[in-house]
């Protein structure tokens, strides 16, 4: 179970010394720097306002939490997985200015870029992007295709599935681009043929947006699948496994984020790797708030 794998990788990480990453000595410019926590920062209030609606607000009202509450969990849960960037090469950093911890990478199976520890895990940064990312996405995939059963209605489910891929790629390309010239992330070893601004601190895979679009789309439709009855495909036949309720919150939160890790890993983890090892040119220099091994 992955959960646990988590709880084990975690826990080891955290017993060797929870590390800072020093952004050194090069200066960053102030109107960037600033504008850079400005949105690391607002994206922590989209967060708290994510969790207290579809997580807290439910629990302290006791009542059971829908498919929208446990995604959100689950997608803060993915935030194990986002060193997996650098699983074959040192191929992608956020900036060491952000509130951070040095990665837990070394510790996932099989790990090949050297010093995991060096890549930056910039801890309110990216536990918000995910969630807002994730859900949001999903959330607005489900709002277009309500909205083209309206309009459209001769339609049919790839032409919708269609438009929520195109919609997703516009978001994910948008968010990336604001991130490169803001200075928070930097894209180190992108495949040169497929980015744009090559060898400099903006380079641009081009492909990012679809991987990422490729993934929100099917979480798309995972959360579809739940308009019915409150529960999604991977979610249905708990009632027959337990009565308690509780545990059934439980099943159905290993269930979604069983589901949700393998179409992130599959869709975009892997094929982002597999360009990265396909660049045949060096890595430009970068300033020390992005270190590098």
Same mark, same amino acid.
């Given at each position: 179970?992955?959960?646990?794998?988590?709880?084990?990788?975690?826990?080891?990480?955290?017993?060797?010394? *929870?590390?800072?990453?020093? =952004?050194?000595?090069?200066?960053? =410019?102030?109107?960037?720097?600033?504008?850079?926590?400005?949105?690391?920062?607002? /994206?922590?209030?989209?967060?708290?306002?994510? $969790?207290?609606?579809?997580?807290?607000?439910?629990?302290?009202?006791? /009542?059971?939490?829908?498919?929208?509450?446990?995604?959100?969990?689950?997608?803060?849960?993915?935030?194990?997985?986002?060193?997996?960037?650098?699983?074959?090469?040192?191929?992608? /950093?956020?900036?060491?200015?952000?509130?951070?911890?040095?990665?837990?990478?070394?510790? *996932?199976?099989?790990?090949?870029?050297?010093?995991?520890?060096?890549? !930056? #895990?910039?801890?309110?940064?990216?536990?918000?992007?995910?969630?807002?990312?994730?859900?949001?996405?999903?959330?607005?995939?489900?709002?277009? *295709?309500?909205? $083209?059963?309206?309009?459209?209605? /001769?339609?049919?489910?790839?032409?919708?599935?269609?438009? !929520?891929?195109?919609?997703?790629?516009?978001?994910?390309?948008?968010?990336?681009?604001?991130? $490169?010239?803001?200075?928070?992330?930097?894209?180190?070893?992108?495949?040169?043929?497929?980015? $744009?601004?090559?060898?400099?601190?903006?380079?641009?895979?081009?492909?990012?947006?679809?991987?990422?679009?490729?993934?929100?789309?099917?979480?798309?439709?995972?959360?579809?699948?739940?308009?019915?009855?409150?529960?999604?495909? #991977?979610?249905?036949?708990?009632?027959?496994?337990?009565?308690?309720?509780?545990?059934?919150?439980?099943?159905?939160?290993?269930?979604?984020?069983?589901?949700?890790?393998?179409?992130?890993?599959?869709?975009?983890?892997?094929?982002?790797?597999?360009?990265?090892?396909?660049?045949?040119?060096?890595?430009?220099?970068?300033?020390?708030?992005?270190?590098? =091994?």
């Amino acid at each position: 179970m992955s959960v646990v794998y988590i709880v084990i990788a975690l826990t080891l990480w955290a017993a060797g010394g *929870i590390q800072v990453v020093d =952004p050194g000595t090069d200066t960053m =410019p102030t109107a960037k720097r600033v504008m850079m926590h400005v949105v690391e920062w607002g /994206q922590v209030g989209v967060f708290v306002a994510l $969790l207290w609606l579809v997580v807290i607000r439910p629990l302290v009202r006791r /009542q059971r939490l829908g498919f929208d509450g446990l995604f959100l969990l689950a997608a803060v849960l993915l935030n194990f997985w986002d060193p997996l960037d650098n699983y074959a090469r040192f191929a992608f /950093q956020y900036n060491a200015f952000h509130l951070n911890v040095g990665s837990w990478g070394g510790y *996932i199976p099989g790990w090949q870029s050297p010093n995991p520890e060096l890549w !930056v #895990v910039p801890i309110a940064w990216v536990l918000s992007a995910y969630a807002w990312g994730f859900f949001l996405a999903a959330r607005s995939g489900c709002a277009v *295709i309500e909205g $083209l059963e309206r309009r459209r209605p /001769q339609w049919g489910w790839m032409r919708q599935y269609g438009v !929520v891929f195109l919609v997703n790629a516009v978001i994910a390309a948008a968010s990336e681009l604001v991130f $490169l010239q803001i200075g928070a992330i930097v894209n180190i070893l992108p495949y040169e043929e497929f980015t $744009l601004w090559n060898s400099t601190l903006g380079a641009w895979p081009v492909y990012n947006p679809f991987l990422f679009s490729a993934t929100w789309t099917v979480l798309t439709a995972l959360r579809r699948s739940s308009r019915f009855d409150g529960l999604s495909f #991977v979610e249905r036949g708990v009632d027959g496994l337990t009565s308690s309720p509780k545990a059934q919150s439980a099943v159905r939160f290993l269930a979604i984020f069983a589901f949700t890790e393998v179409a992130y890993i599959g869709l975009y983890f892997v094929p982002f790797n597999l360009f990265a090892m396909m660049r045949s040119v060096p890595a430009v220099p970068l300033p020390s708030y992005f270190p590098t =091994p």
